[in-house]
Structures are given as C-alpha cells and as structure tokens.
C-alpha cells in the first residue's frame, strides 16, 4: 500500500520569498514521485518527477524538489514566488509497475499556495 | 497540439438521470484514467484502463461505468446509483502503465446537480 500526506493544506507566501510545500510518502516498494499543480477549473500540469538518480530533482517555473529516503519526503520549493504560482499543488507517489497496480498513482491531498503582492 | 479533451466542461444531472462524460485523447497512449476530485480530498481514481476492451475499477468506482472500444476514447457515465455525483472529473492519460510515465490530464468536467 501506498499513501501521501502533505502537512499545511494552505500555505501563504509574500512574492520574493521562498515557497516550500512538504511532501512526506509511505512505500512498500522504491517510488517514483511527482509533483503537480492544478490552477482553477483546469486540470493538473507536471511540475517535476523522481524516478531514479540525482534526488535533486529541477522542473518548470524555478521549482525542484529533494528526494529524502531516510525522511520519506519530497518537499517542493522555489527560492522566489511569484504572483502566478499562485495555485493548488499535489504530490503524488507511484510504486514499481508490476503485479496488478499498473503504475497507479495515488494523490495528496493537496496544498493551496497563496501569493501576497 | 495533442493532448486530452474532456467534454463537456459543466455538466447538470437530474435526480435518476445517467449522464456520460467524454475523454478523448491524440497521444496514442495506451492507458487512460478517471479521477473525482473534492475539496481537500485530492484526487480518487474511479476506473482505470490499460489497453482497449479492457478496463479495472479504481478505488471509488460504485456508482459509475466506462467502455473502452477504441484507444483514443474513455467515456465515464455517472448512473442514478451514485448518490453523490457532484464534483469536477478528470481524465487522464500515459505511455503505457510503466511507473515512471507521468499522466498526462484533461482540463476536466464539472458536474452539479439539478
């Protein structure tokens, strides 16, 4: 079994400073990780992926996360926030395909950032 | 541009009424998804498919079906056995049902009650 928890459902920033949004997994096989964000009625956009290698993981818009095995965690962050990355965030974790789980992804339950001017 | 779309994007259903929601995607991927989101519950998958003719059932899928005739199409119905249909829906879609392939998504469908 799989399972995800991001700590802070609402996470409330100033533009400039630093945004980090925690992660923390639980995996009974090597995961693969994601991050997503999601802006209003849309659907969710690939911010970065873990699968295996450097756990300093860079993706779009100035984001990267750290992949932590001794802590299970994969906290997103970005030095600078800006006012457009103002949305909702989601970690998702996915074990080894194999067996019947096809890859499936299970979700946190999300972290709205807000970004104040 | 390829990508996936999900008609249409508000949808109202009557008290034991079916109503169906389209998925059609151009990427030629092979496994497609369906996901309820709530407030603050993340997303839920409801049914999954890893090729055509065949699909599994996710963790909430009671209340729902899919077909799965052709690659490129998913369509979801929500049926009157779902007593709590309100939500937005999404669809999505990867490679093939290795791990590491991330899913790619719709712009999703909002459905209300009427």
């Known amino acids: 079994a799989q399972s995800v928890t991001q700590l802070g459902s609402h996470v409330s920033v100033s533009e400039g400073a630093l945004v980090l949004l925690r992660c923390n997994y639980s995996s009974s096989v090597p995961p693969y990780l994601f991050w997503y964000v999601q802006y209003p009625n849309q659907g969710l956009q690939l911010l970065l992926k873990y699968t295996t290698g450097a756990t300093l993981v860079k993706g779009i818009n100035g984001f990267e996360a750290e992949f932590k095995k001794s802590e299970t965690s994969f906290h997103l962050t970005k030095p600078s926030a800006h006012m457009s990355d103002a949305a909702e965030y989601f970690c998702?974790?996915?074990?080894?395909?194999?067996?019947?789980?096809?890859?499936?992804?299970?979700f946190g339950q999300g972290t709205i950032l807000t970004v104040h001017p | 541009d390829g990508g996936i779309t999900q008609s249409p994007k508000y949808l109202f259903r009557k008290e034991g009424q079916n109503v169906t929601l389209s998925c059609e995607q151009n990427?030629?991927?092979?496994?497609m998804y369906w996901y309820r989101q709530d407030p603050g519950q993340g997303l839920r998958l409801i049914y999954y498919s890893q090729i055509v003719n065949d699909f599994q059932k996710g963790d909430i899928a009671e209340g729902y079906s899919v077909s799965r005739e052709k690659k490129e199409s998913f369509p979801l119905t929500v049926t009157s056995a779902q007593k709590n249909p309100t939500a937005f829906y999404l669809c999505?879609?990867?490679?093939?049902?290795?791990?590491?392939?991330?899913?790619?998504f719709g712009d999703g469908t909002r459905l209300s009650i009427l």
């Open positions: 990427l030629n991927h092979d496994a």
């Open positions: 998702a974790v996915s074990g080894n395909a194999g067996g019947t789980s096809y890859g499936k992804l299970t």
């Open positions: 999505a879609s990867r490679p093939d049902g290795y791990s590491n392939q991330p899913q790619h």
